[in-house]
Nanobody
Framework: QDHLVESEGGSVQAGGSLRLSCVAS????????MAWFRQGPGNEREGVAG???????FYADSVTGRFTISRDNAKTTLYLQMNDLKPEDTAVYYC?????????????????WGQGTQVTVSS
């Protein structure tokens, strides 16, 4: 059964850094896409970063150059390194996996989601 468990988020000041992790079940490691999404107050869930089965990485324009998605060699843990954080990065962050090819930032292709973790950036 698919299962994703995220680490705790945190609170930082603008310009600070945080790293999120997401531990996947063995089954999930066969996913085509793994990704991080976020949902801020009053906003729709948006794709932040995605990594495909071959290791290709993709980013939302708003985080390019600041965030890095990666995973360990066993493909059991997904990471999101967030640098130079801004108040507008404040949101609940979710990891997700999909066995469908689709478009990485389309939330409808993802069948497994983590529980979500709060990231708060103060100015």
């Amino acid at each position: 059964q698919d299962h994703l468990v995220e680490s705790e988020g945190g609170s930082v000041q603008a310009g600070g850094s945080l790293r999120l992790s997401c531990v996947a079940s063995t089954y999930t490691t066969s996913a085509f896409w793994m990704a991080w999404f976020r949902q801020g107050p009053g906003n729709e869930r948006e794709g932040v970063a995605g990594i495909d089965i071959s290791g290709g990485t993709f980013y939302a324009d708003s985080v390019t150059g600041r965030f890095t998605i990666s995973r360990d060699n066993a493909k059991t843990t997904l990471y999101l390194q967030m640098n130079d954080l801004k108040p507008e990065d404040t949101a609940v962050y979710y990891c997700a996996s999909s066995r469908r090819i689709g478009t990485w930032y389309d939330p409808t292709i993802y069948t497994t989601w983590g529980q979500g973790t709060q990231v708060t950036v103060s100015s």
